[in-house]
Structures are given as structure tokens and as C-alpha cells.
């Protein structure tokens, strides 16, 4: 026979010179409450765990994330380094002599990174986000006092340098042809041989004459040497033009001109047996060969 579980209890509590007391449960309130009352402990550890399970992995995460970006941040530097290096290299310092005019160099120079090697064995930590930060951040300032105070005052003379360089042709039209060599050659007013210090270019007659570099001129007229209408430009760092036999001159003494401006225009004045320019290159007060400087 199948039992009922009653629908309430009834407990008398007697007491001594008292009248007795009476209280009235019902059994499936008390278990309902029971059951709740075990669930809360239950229920709050579960969302504490999870809470800390969630945080832990956030973090994981976002350590992950500074990790790569460390990384990145250090190739980076690297990469830089080796712009430096590069920099430097270009523009003439040599090790030695930047760290003796530049602390922050000796600095560097002592504390470089080295560049990542591969792994060969070992037991070693992995190194965390904040060491690898840390890191990069302390090569950055002794990099761009590199820059700043070493680097770029060097380099912006270099290329100051390179400016005032000659390069490229003097005159451009089509047709335009080396008729005479630097160097020895043979006197074409007589017998024997002459040094001719420069370039002829032949090119139809009244073609524009442009200078090859940026500078001053110096020099601009008739020429008593035999050159006849001359122009010369003094480019700074040593290096000085001459432009002559032209028919017309369009600048004049003490003009600043750029690299492609118009001089004058081909002639066949002076000491000349046909129409053409004369074009000589001096480096520190020496004749060159143009011909290294046409490119």
C-alpha cells in the first residue's frame, strides 16, 4: 500500500507550570526550503568560479596581446638600428667617432640589442610582456638622440653635399654628342698634343646651356683665355663648372642659379673651331673628368 506523506506535522512542547506549546509544520515547505536554502551556496560558488575563470582568461588574453605587441615594437626598433646604421654609414660617422662626440651613442653602442637568434636548446623562461616593453622602451630615447644629435646634422650635410655635386648633361636637345674626350688630345689649331680639360658637346647651334648643380656664378662674360663668352658657377664643398664658348649669355655675376637652369645658349666664340660647348668640372681646384658626373 503506498504511503502519503502527511500534509503537516503537529509538535507539543510541554513545559512545567505552563500551558503547552503547539506548533504546526508542514512537511513540504520545510523540504522546499531546505532545498533553497542548500542551492544559494551552491549557485554563489559556481558564479565565483566562473567569475575568476572568465577574469583568468581575459587576461590571458590581453597578456597574449602585449606579448605580440612587444614583439612587434622590438623588430621595430631593430629595423630602426639598422636605418641608423645604415644613416650613419651614408653619411660618413664612423663608430668610433659618434660616440666620442655623442654620449648617448656610447650609451647605445654599450647596451645595443643584439639580433634574435634562433633557438638552439636550453631551458630559459619565456620573458613576459612587461620585460619585452620594457625593453623597447629603453633603446627608443638613445635611438632618436641618435638621430636628432648625431645622425640627421651629419646627414643633412651629406646630402648638402651630394646637392652641390655636379651630375647630368649640360645641354640636353636631341643630337647632342661628346666631340673631345678629357685628357690628352690632339691641338686641333696645330701640331703636337694639349690637355683639354673638360668636355665638347656639339649640338645645334643656340641650344640652351643648362647648369648641374645648384650654386653661385661667379663668373660671367668674355674670357681672355680663349673660352670666349664663359660662364662659371662655384657649387660649395669644392666643386666649381665651366661653361664656355657660348654664343649668349642669360645670367649674370653674383645669381643664384639651380641644377637645370638656363646659362646661355651653344655658340662658337673664343678659341673654338665649330659650334659647340666646352664643359670642365674642378674639385677643389683641380680639373676632373665630367664624364663620372654626368649620371
Known amino acids: 500500500m503506498r504511503q502519503r506523506i502527511p500534509k503537516r506535522y503537529t509538535v507539543l512542547i510541554a513545559c512545567t507550570g505552563r500551558a503547552p506549546i503547539t506548533l504546526t509544520v508542514q512537511p513540504l515547505l520545510v523540504l522546499a526550503l531546505a532545498a533553497i536554502a542548500a542551492s544559494v551556496p551552491i549557485t554563489w560558488v559556481g558564479k565565483v568560479v566562473y567569475s575568476y575563470a572568465h577574469k583568468n582568461t581575459v587576461l590571458t588574453e590581453t597578456n597574449d596581446e602585449l606579448t605580440e605587441q612587444a614583439q612587434d615594437i622590438l623588430q621595430q626598433v631593430e629595423v630602426l638600428e ?106 686641333p689649331f696645330g701640331r703636337g698634343y694639349e690637355m683639354h680639360a673638360g668636355l665638347d658637346f656639339t649640338a645645334a647651334y643656340g641650344s640652351p646651356v643648362y647648369g648641374t648643380a645648384p650654386g653661385i656664378v661667379v663668373k660671367a662674360g668674355w674670357s681672355a683665355g680663349g673660352y670666349g663668352n664663359q660662364v662659371i658657377v662655384e657649387h660649395g664643398y669644392g666643386y666649381r663648372t665651366l661653361y664656355a664658348h657660348m654664343s649668349a649669355l642669360k645670367t649674370t655675376v653674383g645669381k643664384k642659379v639651380d641644377r637645370d637652369t638656363i646659362l646661355g645658349y651653344l655658340g662658337n666664340t673664343g678659341r673654338s673651331s665649330g659650334p659647340h660647348l666646352h664643359y670642365s668640372v674642378y674639385h677643389n681646384d683641380k680639373a676632373v673628368d665630367p664624364k663620372y658626373y654626368l649620371e
Not at 158 to 186: M, N, W
Request: charged content about 25%; glycine content about 6%; proline content about 8%.
Open 82 to 187: 639598422t636605418k641608423i646604421d645604415d644613416l650613419q654609414e651614408r653619411a660618413g660617422i664612423s663608430g668610433q667617432s659618434s660616440n666620442q662626440s655623442n654620449p648617448a651613442s656610447s650609451d647605445r653602442s654599450s647596451t645595443k640589442m643584439q639580433p634574435i637568434a634562433r633557438s638552439q636548446g636550453g631551458i630559459s623562461p619565456p620573458a613576459d610582456a612587461e620585460t619585452l616593453l620594457a625593453a623597447a622602451q629603453s633603446q627608443l630615447p638613445s635611438l632618436f638622440q641618435d638621430l636628432q644629435l648625431d645622425v640627421q646634422p651629419a646627414l643633412e650635410k651629406t646630402l648638402d653635399r651630394e646637392q652641390a655635386r655636379p651630375q647630368g648633361i649640360p645641354v640636353k636637345v636631341r643630337g647632342t654628342e661628346i666631340s673631345s674626350e678629357f685628357g690628352l688630345r690632339p691641338n
